[in-house]
């Protein structure tokens, strides 16, 4: 029999190897659980795993979840995403870089509405890739720009991660969603400026949009879809962010809210059908079953770590690290960064977060920062080659020409960008807390 805290260790390592050989997250984190909690504490695991369980899928707050992920799923089923991405981009196609700056203001948009990756990517490279590829831009800048404007929604309110960190951290999913509101700007801002430098410098890499082709929709016509096709989206993130933001509604209620509204817009727009309800409501069930199986299972995981000790094993891990509470921060981000290589934002949640939060708050690290470097930090679970979803999303969609290099290459920027945004909000702190302290939280 080995001491507790070696068989933690051993779990631990019983982990990683799983996932690199490729077992599901979920049947890892539940096999592992499952075994080392026997081996460690005997059958005791199996009578506290019930309370979970219940605690869990009785939670209020998880019926957030299918109501924001309909909301989106709905808007990108009835193919609304589609006129908004023309719209926006003749609007900015005038400027150099101008189509590359419509992309990520509709990742801004998109990942109000949706906050799903694969949707927004998927969207973005069917629609924008072959065109910009036509037009004269880099593959590789086209390609990482589509890449990180889809990763916006996992920031941006309503955000799947930050209803996920609510219920890890313990606190309120309205705070956590202002708090984000800064960052995400933030984030979306250094991509726009970037794209405008390197228009400038460099204007044959992003080529404006011929001024014959932006001459053939008139500005009358113009403004008239941007009134249909822009304002009500951008009405709805308004009435569901602050509906909560305001305390008028908690997060579930202005969920239901945004998944009424989702079905108005597109019943609106003549997009309705009970094939478009259909879909997005099949495809809404899987993403949900998919989240709510891991969160069932992270729960042996967790049980049986804590049982055998394995939160005092990375508490003495941390008293080793020299610097004190900044250095503790970072080594958590280097993790966070390292993990997206391989796996998801949930599972990083799941696993990462639980660990190292308790001795973090106990040295006083204010959890709503500390939630928003974490959330930044995610994005780059998404880009960072050579597992990152975003690339593969990208790559099902791409034209043949366009090669999964050409996408590593142009995700790079991105990525040294994301890094340059969390150590802004790392330095700075109320880029995130000036928000939810404005409101009162």
């Known amino acids: 029999m080995f001491e507790p805290q070696t068989y933690a260790i051993l779990m631990l390592v019983a982990f990683f190897a799983l ?13 592992v659980g499952f075994i080392f909690g026997y081996l460690g504490f005997g059958d005791s695991l199996f009578s506290l795993l019930p309370a979970r369980f219940y605690g869990i899928v009785a939670g209020y707050q998880w019926m957030a979840i299918p109501l924001f992920v309909f909301m989106g799923v709905m808007l990108e089923k009835s193919r609304l995403a589609d006129d908004l991405l023309d719209v926006m ?16 203001l509709f990742g801004v948009l998109m990942g109000a509405t949706t906050g799903i990756v694969g949707a927004t990517v998927i969207t973005l490279g069917l629609l924008t ?19 990180a404007s889809g990763t916006l929604g996992q920031i941006i309110p309503p955000s799947l991660i930050l209803i996920l960190l609510s219920d890890i951290m313990q606190l309120s999913v309205g705070t956590l969603f202002a708090a984000a509101v800064g960052p995400g700007m933030l984030l979306a801002a250094v991509y726009i400026i970037f794209l405008l430098v390197l228009g400038w410098l460099k204007p044959d890499l992003m080529p404006p949009i011929p001024q014959a082709e932006r001459d053939g929709v008139s500005r009358r016509q113009l403004w008239i879809r941007f009134w249909k096709v822009v304002v009500p989206p951008i009405m709805l993130v308004v009435a569901v962010l602050g509906s909560i933001v305001g305390g008028i509604a908690a997060p579930t209620e202005a969920a239901s809210m945004g998944a009424v509204g989702a079905v108005l817009i597109t019943a609106f727009s ?21 989240m709510m199986l891991i969160l069932m299972t992270a729960q042996v ?3 049986a770590f804590r049982g055998l000790h394995g939160e005092d094993l990375i508490t003495r891990m941390f008293d080793l690290l020299p610097g004190g509470v900044n250095s503790d921060i970072w080594f958590m981000m280097v993790l966070i960064f390292v993990l997206g290589f391989f796996i998801e934002w949930i599972e990083i949640s799941y696993i990462a977060v639980p660990l190292f939060l308790p001795v973090l ?3 006083g690290v204010d959890p709503v920062w ?17 597992f990152g979803w975003a690339l593969f999303y990208l790559k099902g969609v791409a034209p043949p020409e366009v090669t999964i290099k050409d996408i590593y290459k142009g995700v790079i920027p991105f990525i040294t960008m994301q890094f340059l945004a969390l150590l802004l909000l790392f330095f ?7 928000l939810p302290k404005a409101i009162g939280w």
């Open 19 to 31: 996932l690199m050989i490729g077992v599901p997250v979920a049947t890892t984190l539940a096999t």
């Open 89 to 104: 981009g003749h609007i900015a196609g005038g400027v150099r870089g101008g189509m590359g700056v419509g992309i990520i």
């Open 428 to 434: 700075y702190p109320q880029i995130a807390l000036w």
């Open 301 to 303: 995981f967790a049980l």
């Open 129 to 147: 890739l072959p065109t910009l590829i036509k037009r004269g831009y880099n593959k590789s800048i086209a390609c990482g720009a589509i890449c």
């Open 270 to 290: 003549g997009r309705f059908s009970m094939k478009v309800l259909k879909e997005a409501a099949l495809e809404t069930s899987k993403i949900t079953a998919i």
């Open 370 to 386: 500390l939630a928003m470097l974490i959330t930044v930090n995610l994005q780059s679970s998404f880009l960072t080659p050579p």
């Open 361 to 363: 708050l106990a040295q």
